[in-house]
């Protein structure tokens, strides 16, 4: 016990708010921040409740040493030397982890700002990307997971973050290349002929990597035969369940005769389970497309801190009240499937895909959490879905987890998320590599940073998509 007799517990509580503010005071200073992730010294920070990445722990602190957690212990065996960081009303969550991501400079702060520690770039200049990585740990910066540049057919979509293949030897040779670049995983573009899809997908596992895929070209299910694992955006879905629908994209999930394929649905659902695929559904970027052709959509209201010239490439479109509804009404059929995905224990990820619709970073993953939990899921499991989910899949248990040899990053937020999601979470603190940072910190800085919003591949590439309004992402 500390000195008089007060219990552990009661010693945490006593500290309150003076202890946060102690340490987020520390964390303002830049040198500060470096000493304390580097340090020796052990640090135990504390709430009314701990998310663990799988659980939820009450009474528990979690024990920082340097960059590390070194492990997730009841307040009361914190041992007493230790110094304890507590905000009564509060939860600790892992760093959050978005699995779709096109990283810009900007964005960084932003993420972590919310709490999103780890972004996975599923698509960028390699060159660009792995740069970006490789100084994130010493910026302002999530952790960076990243595929390199989409992986597609002799005509890109995104000319200036893609690798165009015209025929099946390339396509192999532009996964053996990218998987020896140093790459995290592989991503397959919609242009890619189906017949290359096999030899692709056995090309990354020689390297050790998964594929995912943006399966509008070929359907789900042909990539899943060919060995893909992951799917994005649920494109490809109606090629499987309604080969004969109208013309379009994700837009004509809202339309009505789609209910007419309800048992084709439940049969994909079954094929989807069965092959051990997993989705990544981008639940917010279909709202994005819904509001940004509402009449009373305010882009800078429902897209805080995202730089005007984003905002202009690709958060406004013409108002269409018509094409908005159904936008809307896709969104919840979108919805209405994963109930079936979710059902059958398909893993599902929550993924932003930020920029596109012009979402603001971080907070865009709290809205596609707060989607997920409506989709049969209970708050814990779609906490699940935005931090341990994406490091299951790829084999990396420390990912999106409080236990000893995880990364010293974590969020703690006002209120009980494990019992409803906020769209909007009130973040108290984000530590990242061990060092605190205050929300109000990292959100001016990234108002220093939107001046650059210029200066990266994706911008390129959104200047040269301008004239055709926000491009599929």
């Not at 708010?17 to 135990?44: F, N, Q």
């Not at 017949?195 to 692709?200: D, F, H, K, R």
């Not at 790829?394 to 906020?422: E, F, Y």
């Not at 973040?427 to 919003?453: M, N, Y």
Request: glycine share 10%; proline share 7%; aromatic share 6%.
């Amino acid at each position: 016990m500390p000195d008089g007799g007060m219990s552990r517990r009661g010693f945490v509580e006593a500290m309150g708010a003076a202890g946060l503010a102690e340490a987020l005071g520390a964390a303002a200073d830049p040198a500060a921040r470096r000493a304390s992730a580097s340090g020796g010294g052990t640090i135990a920070w504390a709430a009314d409740r701990v998310f663990d990445g799988e659980s939820v722990l009450t009474a528990h602190a979690v024990l920082l040493t340097g960059a590390e957690v070194t492990g997730v212990r009841s307040t009361h065996k914190v041992p007493p030397h230790v110094p304890v960081q507590y905000e009564p009303g509060t939860t600790i969550l892992p760093g959050l982890v978005d699995a779709h991501v096109h990283h810009m400079q900007w964005e960084a702060p932003l993420f972590l700002a919310y709490g999103v520690t780890t972004i996975r770039d599923v698509g960028n200049d390699l060159s660009w990307i792995l740069a970006r990585r490789a100084e994130a740990s010493a910026a302002l910066c999530p952790t960076i997971l990243c595929t390199g540049p989409l992986l597609d057919g002799p005509t890109p979509i995104h000319p200036l973050v893609a690798r165009a293949s015209a025929d099946l030897e390339a396509a192999v040779a532009a996964v053996r290349e990218t998987a020896q670049a140093g790459v995290d995983a592989i991503k397959l573009y919609c242009g890619l002929l189906v017949e290359w899809l096999p030899a692709m997908a056995r090309e990354a596992r020689s390297h050790g990597l998964r594929t995912s895929m943006h399966c509008q070209g070929t359907g789900v299910l042909a990539a899943a035969n060919a060995g893909v694992g992951e799917f994005h955006h649920l494109d490809g879905v109606l090629t499987d369940v309604w080969p004969d629908r109208p013309a379009g994209w994700l837009e004509v999930w809202g339309d009505s005769e789609l209910a007419t394929t309800r048992d084709a649905q439940r049969r994909f659902a079954d094929r989807i389970a069965e092959a051990a695929m997993a989705a990544t559904p981008t639940l917010a970027y279909w709202h994005s497309q819904w509001r940004i052709r509402a009449a009373d959509h305010s882009p800078e209201a429902e897209a805080p801190g995202v730089p005007p010239e984003m905002l202009a490439w690709q958060g406004l479109a013409a108002i269409d009240p018509d094409l908005a509804d159904r936008w809307r009404r896709a969104r919840e059929a979108a919805e209405g499937f994963l109930r079936l995905l979710h059902e059958r224990g398909v893993p599902i990820l929550a993924g932003s895909d930020v920029p596109c619709g012009a979402q603001t970073p971080g907070l865009s993953l709290w809205r596609e959490m707060c989607m997920l939990a409506r989709v049969s899921m209970s708050p814990v499991q779609a906490l699940r879905a935005g931090t341990s989910a994406l490091g299951t899949l790829l084999g990396r248990p420390k990912l999106g987890r409080l236990q000893g040899g995880s990364p010293a990053d974590l969020v703690i937020v006002r209120g009980d998320p494990t019992r409803g999601i906020p769209e909007s979470p009130e973040v108290v603190a984000v530590v990242r590599g061990g060092a605190a940072h205050r929300p109000t910190d990292l959100l001016a800085e990234a108002q220093r940073l939107s001046a650059s919003v210029t200066e990266d591949p994706w911008s390129a590439q959104f200047r040269a998509h301008a004239g055709g309004g926000p491009a599929e992402p």
